[in-house]
């Protein structure tokens, strides 16, 4: 081993230790990133399967309004939802089963209604 003039074993010390200082602050910046991206990605996931919710309860409206008959009507209705009638039917909470009265009314108050969200008339 070289003797190194005015070279200190404190110098050496505090340069792995400022080495290891910036990569765990490195580390810890690309876990957030990626922790941002996930919720991100999975905020979009849960709002796209709401929207297609959304949509498939308006199909099925828009068929139980053109005279269907009820058979058809369960056909057309979305997997989620008729899973979420069976469990209330089937002796769910009854929370659920009052909630799902409350959407139900929800639904059908604003079916009665000619305006959409905005305030615009429907024709």
């Not at 949509?55 to 058979?71: L, S, V």
């Not at 058809?72 to 009638?85: F, G, H, L, R, S």
């Amino acid at each position: 081993m070289k003797y190194l003039p005015k070279f200190k074993w404190d110098h050496l010390t505090e340069e792995i230790a400022y080495e290891r200082a910036v990569r765990e602050q490195r580390l810890a910046h690309e876990l957030t990133a990626a922790k941002r991206e996930r919720d991100f990605y999975l905020s979009r996931v849960d709002k796209a399967k709401a929207l297609a919710a959304m949509e498939q309860r308006r199909q099925a409206k828009h068929q139980q309004h053109q005279g269907g008959d009820a058979a058809t009507d369960a056909e057309q209705k979305p997997a989620a939802v008729q899973q979420q009638q069976g469990q209330t039917s089937n002796g769910g909470s009854p929370s659920a089963a009052i909630a799902d009265g409350a959407a139900d009314g929800h639904a059908a108050a604003q079916a009665g209604s000619k305006t959409n969200q905005s305030g615009v008339k429907r024709t």
